[in-house]
């Protein structure tokens, strides 16, 4: 951890342990070309599950505002077809932890991609609040578009 040049705190993590690296890589099947070979999350803990989740969040999908004027939130991906299968899991794995239904599913866009929206006030109050809880390094430029209400984050 240390100062960015604004002054905030900045949480840089750099791959220098081949042995450290090497198990991560044998544990996820983390193959070299990660957009069209996703790994395999056999994660059985829900908090390591939420963490990873987040992660993926805060560094491959996109946080924004809903179109047409409307103020609340909404989390973005969109992945190469062959992370279809992931986003699933992703959803139906979340839907159970926080006893939020999703009603958004993958859909195919052109150029080989897929795309995917979870637009429900609670669902992301829920994983803003689990980021904070968890004491997760996220970008608060991302995550700060989402309004957390006490009423939404407990399902």
Not at 7 to 22: N, P
Not at 63 to 72: N, P, T
Not at 143 to 149: A, G, P, Q, R, T
């Amino acid at each position: 951890v240390h100062k960015n040049s604004n002054g905030s705190d900045l949480i840089t993590c750099t791959k220098q342990d081949k042995a450290l690296s090497e198990a991560i890589r044998k544990k996820f099947d983390i193959k070299s070309r990660k957009t069209y070979n996703p790994p395999k999350l056999n994660i059985s803990s829900d908090e390591l599950f939420l963490c990873i989740l987040i992660g993926y969040i805060d560094g491959d999908g996109y946080i924004g505002r809903q179109s047409g004027g409307r103020s609340d939130s909404l989390v973005q991906f969109k992945v190469h077809k062959s992370w279809k299968p992931v986003l699933v899991d992703f959803s139906q794995r979340l839907e159970r932890i926080a006893n939020i239904e999703i009603k958004s599913k993958p859909r195919e866009t052109f150029n080989n991609c897929v795309k995917m929206t979870w637009a429900n006030r609670r669902l992301l109050s829920f994983l803003k609040a689990k980021a904070e809880e968890l004491r997760l390094p996220v970008l608060s430029r991302k995550w700060d578009k989402i309004m957390v209400s006490e009423k939404e984050v407990r399902p």
